[in-house]
C-alpha cells in the first residue's frame, strides 16, 4: 500500500503569480506518506484552521513525479528527508517497487517495504491532479501555472 497525504496551510487567495514565482520557495501545509505499515510525516485527519505545516507539499509532489519518471527508466530514485536529518527515501524498481528509509551516515536502510508500482503510480498521479484542482479552487491563476511548469 502506498498512500499520500496532504493539508495545504498557506494562505493562497490573494497571492499574485508573480510574486509567488518571485518571493515564494514552495507551498506549505502538512505531508505524510504511508508505505504499507511504515509512516513518513504528519498529517492531521481533523484540520481546522489556524494550524500552519512546515512541510513543502509542492516540493513533495514534485519530487514524487519526478521518482515516477526515474523508476519507469529502472533508475533508482532518492529524496532526502528534511524533518529527519541525514535520512532519504530510495526507490527502486524491478517487478515491485522497494521503497526504503536510508539512513545516510550508515547507509543502510531502516526499514524496506515492497509496492506495486501499478498503485504507487496512481496515487502519485491523483494526489497530483487533487493538489492542483485544490489550488484552482483557491487562486486560479496558480493553479494554472502549476499545471504548466
Known amino acids: ?69 526515474r523508476i519507469t527508466l529502472n533508475e533508482k530514485y532518492k529524496i532526502p528527508l528534511l524533518s529527519m536529518n541525514l535520512c532519504s527515501i530510495l526507490f527502486e524498481k524491478s517487478d515491485e517497487v522497494m521503497v526504503s528509509l536510508i539512513d545516510e551516515r550508515a547507509n543502510k536502510p531502516l526499514w524496506r517495504e515492497k509496492i506495486c508500482f501499478d498503485e504507487l503510480e496512481a496515487e502519485v498521479v491523483n494526489s497530483r491532479l487533487k493538489f492542483i484542482n485544490c489550488i484552482r479552487q483557491i487562486n486560479t491563476k496558480l493553479a494554472l501555472a502549476l499545471m504548466n511548469p
Not at 493562497?12 to 520557495?25: A, H, I
Open 1 to 69: 500500500m502506498f498512500k499520500i497525504n496532504w493539508v495545504i496551510t498557506d494562505n493562497l487567495e490573494n497571492v499574485e503569480l508573480e510574486d509567488f514565482l518571485l518571493n515564494w520557495n514552495g507551498i506549505y501545509g502538512f505531508f505524510s506518506l504511508t508505505v504499507n505499515n511504515e509512516l513518513l510525516g504528519f498529517c492531521p485527519a481533523d484540520f481546522s484552521d489556524g494550524f500552519e505545516g512546515d512541510e513543502n507539499v509542492l516540493f513533495w509532489l514534485t519530487e514524487l513525479e519526478k521518482m515516477l519518471e
